[in-house]
C-alpha cells in the first residue's frame, strides 16, 4: 500500500509530506480543501479515505498535521 499515492489521488491539489514507517507514520497535508475546516473535521476527511485500511489492519496508527495553505504562509 502506497498511503502517499492513495491521499494524493484523494487530494489532488495537496502538499504531503510522509515520515516513518507503515505503522509509526506521520503525514502532512496541505490542502486548500481544509479552509473553513476545523482539525478535527480534516482528520475525519483523511481518515474516511484511509478507512478500509484501518479496517483491514494494514494500517495501524497515523499521525496527522492539516493545515490550509494560508496557515502555512502565515
Known sequence: ??????????????????DGEDCNSKVLIVSKQFEGLSTLNRH????SSLKEHFQSGELHALSLVTKSPEEINK
Open 1 to 18: 500500500m502506497d498511503i502517499m499515492q492513495l491521499l494524493k489521488s484523494q487530494f489532488p491539489d495537496a502538499e504531503i509530506t510522509f
Open 44 to 47: 475525519k476527511l483523511i481518515m
